[in-house]
């Protein structure tokens, strides 16, 4: 059955700031502390966002979650009202406090591991939220998440979402953003490859690797995949040193390309030849690797070439590369995606795209976005209202200029008025998407 893939891109959430809370990602290292905009950030997400969909491309959009989460604080031990919890807290546990305004749901690639229904023995679309416990503010968002995909995708007759693995470390999870997914089209058969930074022996690094063999291993068992056509591969180990923390920094496919750096897999020969004997009868998979030569993993990591979005533009032959605004400025980066384009490979052209917001805090094109690959009886039963078009990106966009703020500075992360701020956003926001009154915390409290 045809087939499309839609990209679900998260919300930049209205507490978008800069704590610096993700070890081993450097650019929110670098940027710690630094002024944020939320409402440009999140302006700066639905322009992307409408221009793919103008393009052609469908587009989904998944809310962001509630914060501060107070939950988290009350978990800890503060007591009282919640503007008393959220001061208390500020003033015994600060880190705690960051911690529960982090609007890291806002990249969508690390929500869920998504198995496409031509995959599965079931014949269902598989979801299966991330556990994210490798970091204390992103291990809150597992349980919001799996509402969100259970709202996009409500009918259990052809969906199944998963709830997250279990919150230990030997299951670390951090979703597609150490997934891909490789075929011929997107409604046959595909071939699934699940990269991990280590197995539960494995000794940790300086830098966490966050995605384990074991947490694959259970997703790709859970939605019933077909093992011959499964890959699980091990991400260097000294990427994940360098500031990869994730597989999508330095690796990106889509139909039948993978795109990634030559340090990327701690065995890059066997990883080749696994998809292709993976692929056989399925798929003749093409491999763009780029070499150290030209462009060092500095120079990926400093500018998320990987990290870019690789889409089948509608009537163009060749794939297309939506790489952030970074890459044009790297000039390595910049020779080589010129090199890229003028050569018969399979990526004809690269668009370039500004999410500095996002990529202030080390996510870029692709970690805003889950791909969600979907035929025609399926999308027919999605939640419609979840869909970008003209009317939702107006609505959504009135929306974020109505209770967005311009700037929060350090100091203003402590105001108690972002509670009761933010839920008057959220409650909106539920009517819009059509999430239901009892899809916060808040709303259910």
């Not at 968002?141 to 279990?166: C, I």
């Not at 300086?206 to 063999?213: C, M, S, Y």
């Not at 839920?423 to 808040?442: P, V």
Request: glycine share 6%; net charge negative; proline share 4%.
């Amino acid at each position: 059955m045809k087939a499309v893939e839609v990209n679900y891109d998260g919300l930049v959430g209205l507490t978008h700031n800069y704590a610096g809370l993700s070890h081993g990602n450097l650019a929110s290292a670098k940027n710690t502390g630094n002024v944020s905009k939320p409402k440009q950030g999140a302006l700066q997400g639905l322009i992307k966002m409408k221009w793919l969909a103008d393009a052609g491309l469908m587009q989904g959009v998944l809310p962001p979650h509630e914060r501060p989460f107070l939950p988290l604080l009350r978990g800890a031990g503060f007591s009282g009202s919640e503007s008393q919890v959220f001061e208390s807290a500020w003033k015994n546990a600060p880190d705690l406090a960051r911690a529960s305004l982090s609007s890291a749901a806002m990249w969508a690639a690390n929500a869920a591991t998504v198995s496409p229904s031509a995959d599965t023995k079931d014949n269902r679309l598989h979801l299966t939220a991330a556990n994210l416990s490798t970091m204390l503010h992103r291990s809150i968002e597992g349980e919001q998440t799996a509402k969100s995909l259970q709202k996009a995708f409500p009918d259990t007759v052809g969906f199944a979402v998963h709830q997250p693995l279990p919150a230990h470390t030997d299951f670390a999870d951090e979703g597609a953003a150490n997934h891909v997914r490789l075929c011929n089209d997107h409604g046959s058969q595909g071939v699934e490859l699940f990269v991990y930074g280590r197995d539960q022996n494995d000794i940790q690094l300086e830098f966490p690797a966050r995605q384990t063999l074991l947490s694959v291993q259970s997703i790709a068992r859970a939605h019933q995949l077909n093992p011959k056509h499964i890959v699980f591969a091990k991400q260097n180990p000294a990427v994940i040193a360098a500031g990869a923390f994730h597989n999508d920094v330095v690796c990106v496919g889509a139909l039948n390309c993978l795109f990634f750096h030559e340090q990327a897999f701690a065995d890059k020969k066997q990883v080749i030849n696994d998809i292709q004997k993976a692929a056989d009868g399925l798929f003749d998979p093409v491999f763009v690797e780029v070499s150290q030569e030209d462009v060092s993993i500095k120079d990926a990591i400093k500018s998320y070439l990987f990290n870019s979005m690789l889409v089948q533009w509608p009537n163009e032959d060749r794939l297309v590369l939506i790489a952030p605004e970074e890459c044009r400025k790297t000039p390595a980066v910049l020779r080589y995606c010129e090199k890229l384009i003028a050569s018969n490979g399979p990526i004809g052209r690269v668009e370039y795209v500004n999410v500095r917001q996002s990529m202030r805090n080390g996510g870029g094109p692709a970690c805003l976005r889950l791909r969600v690959v979907l035929n025609e009886d399926e999308l027919a039963v999605c939640n419609q209202k979840m869909l970008l078009d003209d009317d939702l990106f107006e609505q959504l966009s009135s929306w974020v200029n109505t209770h967005y703020r311009d700037e929060l500075h350090d100091k203003d992360l402590r105001d108690p008025a972002l509670i009761s701020e933010g839920r008057l956003a959220l409650d909106s926001l539920t009517k819009i998407l059509d999430l239901g009154s009892d899809f916060y915390q808040f709303q259910r409290n």
